[in-house]
């Protein structure tokens, strides 16, 4: 069975970083397009960034340029989330999806889902 699971969360204060990882079990990762979502409470799910599978195209939200970064590391099946000056905004649950498209910048995109990790970010 496929599984994805995240992991890197945590309580920090503002201007922090933190590194999120995603492990993949199921799948070959070089195989999908990856991606990081997030949820806050209440709110809808929105999208973060994507890489592709050979790791040559990204793509990223508005409020995620210059701060985040995502890589990943197919050797290992992992998927990366490193994200710096963190803002109070960026408190959410995120989650790593695998995706068979090239460009996916949808929800309704990503065939596999993890669970999701928290980070909340204080003023």
């Known amino acids: 069975q496929v599984r994805l699971v995240e992991s890197g969360g945590g309580l920090v204060q503002a201007g922090v970083s933190l590194k999120l990882s995603c492990t993949a079990s199921?799948?070959?990762?070089?195989?999908?397009?990856m991606g990081w979502f997030r949820q806050a409470p209440g709110a809808e799910r929105e999208f973060v960034a994507f890489?592709?599978?050979?790791?040559?195209?990204?793509s990223y939200a508005d409020s995620a340029k210059g701060r985040f970064t995502i890589s990943r590391e197919n050797a290992k099946n992992m998927l990366h989330l490193q994200m710096n000056s963190l803002k109070p905004e960026d408190t959410a649950m995120y989650y790593c999806?695998?995706?068979?498209?090239?460009?996916?910048?949808?929800?309704?995109?990503?065939?596999?889902w993890g669970q999701g990790t928290q980070v909340t970010v204080s003023s």
């Open positions: 999806a695998a995706s068979a498209w090239a460009t996916p910048r949808l929800d309704t995109h990503y065939a596999y």
């Open positions: 199921g799948i070959t990762l070089d195989m999908y397009t």
């Open positions: 890489m592709s599978s050979s790791g040559d195209r990204t």
